[in-house]
């Protein structure tokens, strides 16, 4: 099992109220969009168009996002994350994973973070794929580390969480000093508790 521990410091200590450290399932982050396009000529009138646009499985609601999107999006976060998801598992879930091998590898014995787990609350298109997602991290189902801001990004077709998420959390597990896997190809928040900034 592959575990993050992530210990706040500063204003997150006190906004967490995690003075004992937070130790989070280390889960893979993806992400993901698409588009499809038809370039024949058409008779569809606009309000027409716009029905298309909000009804049925391809639906893009206020977010900028399909329901299977979002769907998609929340379980990237939720296998991430959950303290029962292997170190393979949480690979297969984030962006550039032979990025984080080492790291997610390594911790993979601990099993301090069974408990761990990730509610997503909002998300939102940012960029063709990419969406921002606000999420908590819980133990025990109470949360320790509320209201991140993270990203999800798509490649090869699936969402996934993006290597910058996964770098502001190792950030402030490190006392907000990019680890080597983060420091040298970017991807960390600027200072420990703010949100990263995607990296691709």
Same mark, same amino acid.
């Given at each position: 099992?592959?575990?993050? +521990?992530? %210990?706040?410091?500063?204003?997150?200590?006190?906004?967490?109220?995690?003075?004992?450290?937070?130790?989070?399932?280390?889960?893979?982050?993806?992400?993901? +969009?698409?588009?499809?396009?038809?370039?024949?000529?058409?008779?569809?009138?606009?309000?027409?168009?716009?029905?298309?646009?909000?009804?049925?499985?391809?639906?893009?609601?206020?977010?900028?996002?399909?329901?299977?999107?979002?769907? @998609?999006?929340?379980?990237?976060?939720?296998?991430?994350?959950?303290?029962?998801? @292997?170190?393979?598992?949480?690979?297969?879930?984030?962006?550039?994973?032979? %990025?984080?091998?080492?790291?997610?590898?390594?911790?993979?014995?601990?099993?301090?973070?069974?408990?761990?787990?990730?509610?997503?609350?909002?998300?939102?298109?940012?960029?063709?794929? %990419?969406?921002?997602?606000?999420?908590?991290?819980?133990?025990?189902?109470?949360?320790?580390?509320? @209201?991140?801001?993270?990203?999800?990004?798509?490649?090869?077709?699936?969402?996934?969480?993006?290597?910058?998420?996964? +770098?502001?959390?190792?950030?402030?597990?490190?006392?907000?000093?990019?680890?080597?896997? +983060?420091?040298?190809?970017?991807?960390?928040?600027?200072?420990?508790?703010?949100?990263?900034?995607?990296?691709?």
């Amino acid at each position: 099992m592959s575990i993050l +521990c992530i %210990r706040p410091r500063g204003n997150a200590v006190r906004s967490a109220g995690a003075a004992v450290g937070l130790c989070a399932a280390v889960a893979l982050m993806l992400a993901g +969009c698409g588009s499809s396009g038809d370039s024949g000529a058409t008779t569809t009138s606009p309000s027409t168009a716009t029905v298309q646009q909000t009804t049925g499985a391809g639906a893009v609601d206020a977010s900028g996002l399909t329901q299977q999107e979002q769907s @998609d999006i929340t379980s990237a976060y939720e296998t991430f994350f959950s303290g029962k998801s @292997d170190a393979q598992t949480k690979l297969g879930v984030i962006e550039d994973p032979d %990025r984080f091998a080492k790291t997610i590898n390594a911790q993979s014995s601990s099993g301090l973070a069974e408990s761990t787990s990730v509610t997503v609350s909002e998300m939102s298109l940012v960029s063709p794929g %990419r969406a921002s997602v606000v999420y908590t991290i819980l133990m025990d189902e109470k949360p320790v580390l509320p @209201d991140q801001t993270g990203y999800a990004v798509k490649v090869d077709g699936k969402w996934k969480v993006s290597a910058s998420s996964f +770098c502001g959390l190792l950030t402030l597990e490190n006392g907000g000093t990019p680890p080597a896997e +983060c420091g040298a190809r970017g991807g960390a928040s600027a200072e420990a508790g703010t949100p990263a900034t995607p990296t691709s």
